[in-house]
């Protein structure tokens, strides 16, 4: 064994892999050689101080808060984030109807309506092309929209929905001098990363739940959801000592859990509650009867027009071939409905858009006949 | 709940989900901040640093590979970050060392006993802060987190052998500088 072959054991002895043979020759060579010899004494050395290293860590409670924290305050900015753009789409949906319409108004006459309808074959088309214009950066010429979007009449009161969007850090930024805990002693330590796993077991899967069903696609809820969000954003910072609050952190989870839980249940009961007003038998505010040609391609483009004005439509069907829609939507944004869904008719004489009376939520029925 | 459920729904957004799963893993990855970094306040740093990335990476995590080995390597590449950034910083003391991460000492512990290991533990604990990074990520994965020589390749991104040539060689840089304090490190193993 030279000094040269000597290294190559010694990586096996620290690997434990080193055999009865190989030890033997190993500590005959460190007899007869005194530089491995050291060499040998120092991987010994090395190798039991090694054993001594503990492969896992606790964390000091502060630091785990700090974590915790940063992970939830990103979590609750994307989550604006992703509002802030959804909302923002449907307004810009409304900006390009509304550019559409004031550039194409002025070139129509009621004589000229059955030039503007489209066709009921091309519905499917005009669909896309409705998606196309929201999915393009929004600030849309003539010429890039056809002439299957519907042209909304502007009267003033069709303004794109105020966006208010909580851009404020609520959370505060760091409450890090809150944060003086000094590292808590090993044992006490080992206690928090428990508490997180038991109120999460405890209580979030209920809040997942709901929080995902409430965050399904239904328009009405956009705005709440927004507002929720901007609730749940201001969590409040722990205000106990700062040896409790360290203690906390795994508590803080638990309280988390509890405010999503509350917002979550409060969505869904909206969600809930705007579900039941669209089924409920109200009498309608008003109602719009339609010649079409199609009927069930017509109710599809009635349904993304609702969505585009943030309205909720339940599509009835009639055993004569007919449907009745039951839209609710805000009064305010009723007459630009009306006037696009009209654009749709094909009778010899448009219907005109009915009066609303009401304000706030209103209900409308579409009534959609196949023409003969 | 179990593991991969945890990761669908932290990939879903889910906060508290993804501090719950993290907070099976969080006790390594300090560890491996702690032997890369060498001090417990830029250990911490590089902790919320990696969770951060483990979190905005976690819906691109693809299940055929080990979440663990994943997780460790975005800590190691968080760390190796720092390092870079802070290549011109002094070192800090290695008070902080002395007692982090170091199994308990014995009940018969006499005092000069329990100063000699104190000062044995941050020296081995210095030496390992002054190996060069891509030695020191390798030997703390194996002689310290115990990591097979295959899974470090691939918490690393390199092959086998290159892994096995930096272990050696980091190993014999330790002893040399075991071996040049040797009258303290002989007596501690006494």
């Known amino acids: 064994m030279t000094c040269a072959e000597i290294v190559g054991l010694l990586d096996r002895l620290m690997d434990g892999e080193l055999s009865e043979e190989e030890r033997r020759e190993l500590e005959a060579h460190g007899e007869s050689c005194p530089t491995c010899a050291e060499q040998i004494r120092a991987t010994l050395q090395m190798k039991a101080l090694f054993e001594e290293m503990e492969p896992e860590v606790d964390v000091p409670l502060a630091a785990q808060a700090k974590w915790r924290r940063a992970i939830r305050e990103d979590a609750a900015q994307r989550r604006r984030k992703r509002l802030t753009r959804w909302v923002g789409s449907v307004a810009a949906a409304l900006v390009v109807l509304v550019g559409v319409g004031l550039a194409l108004n002025g070139g129509l006459s009621p004589k ?37 979007i519907a042209v909304v009449e502007t009267d003033g009161a069709n303004e794109a929905p105020q966006v208010v969007v909580d851009s404020a850090d609520e959370a505060p930024a760091e409450a890090d001098g809150a944060y003086e805990a000094q590292p808590v002693r090993a044992d006490s330590a080992k206690a928090a990363p428990a508490e997180p796993d038991a109120a999460y077991e405890a209580s979030a899967m209920e809040a997942d739940e709901a929080f995902e069903s409430a965050e399904s696609d239904s328009a009405m809820e956009a705005p709440m959801v927004q507002a929720k969000a901007n609730e749940t954003d201001a969590m409040p910072s722990p205000t106990a000592e700062p040896a409790a609050e360290a203690m906390q952190a795994g508590s803080s989870d638990a309280e988390y859990d509890e405010e999503e839980e509350s917002d979550a249940e409060s969505m869904v009961e909206d969600a809930e509650e705007m579900e039941a007003a669209v089924a409920a038998p109200l009498s309608p505010a008003c109602e719009l009867d339609l010649q079409v040609t199609g009927v069930d391609s017509i109710c599809m483009i009635v349904r993304e027009l609702a969505d585009d004005f943030d309205a909720t439509a339940d599509v009835q069907a009639v055993e004569d071939g007919s449907a009745n829609i039951y839209v609710m939507i805000d009064a305010e944004a009723a007459p630009a409905f009306m006037e696009a869904v009209l654009m749709l008719d094909k009778s010899e004489a448009k219907p005109a858009v009915p009066e609303v009376a009401e304000a706030g939520m209103v209900q409308i029925l579409l009534v959609l006949r196949e023409t003969p | 709940m179990e593991e991969s459920r945890l990761i669908q729904r932290a990939s879903d957004g889910d906060a508290a989900a993804f501090n719950s799963l993290m907070g099976m893993h969080e006790r390594r990855m300090y560890a491996v901040a702690l032997r890369m970094c060498g001090n417990p306040e830029d250990a911490q740093d590089c902790l919320q640093e990696a969770m951060l990335r483990v979190w905005r990476a976690v819906s691109g995590f693809k299940a055929q590979s080990s979440f663990g080995t994943w997780v460790y390597r975005i800590t190691m590449n968080t760390c190796l970050d720092e390092l870079r950034k802070r290549k011109n910083r002094p070192n800090t003391s290695l008070d902080g060392l002395v007692d982090a991460g170091w199994s308990p000492a014995d009940e018969d512990d006499t005092p000069e006993r329990h100063a000699l290991r104190g000062e044995v533990r941050a020296s081995l604990q210095g030496f390992i802060r002054e190996l060069p990074e891509d030695m020191r990520a390798a030997i703390v994965l194996r002689d310290i987190q115990g990591y097979a020589y295959d899974e470090i390749a691939d918490i690393l991104g390199t092959n086998v052998g290159t892994i096995k040539s930096r272990i050696s060689r980091g190993r014999e840089k330790l002893r040399e500088k075991i071996a040049s304090r040797s009258e303290l490190f002989d007596r501690y193993r006494v």
């Open chain 1, 112 to 148: 000229q309506d059955s030039a503007a309808i489209m066709p009921a074959g091309d519905s499917a088309a005009e669909v896309e092309t409705v998606r196309e214009a929201e999915e393009a950066d929004r600030a849309t010429t003539l010429g890039e929209v056809t002439s299957g």
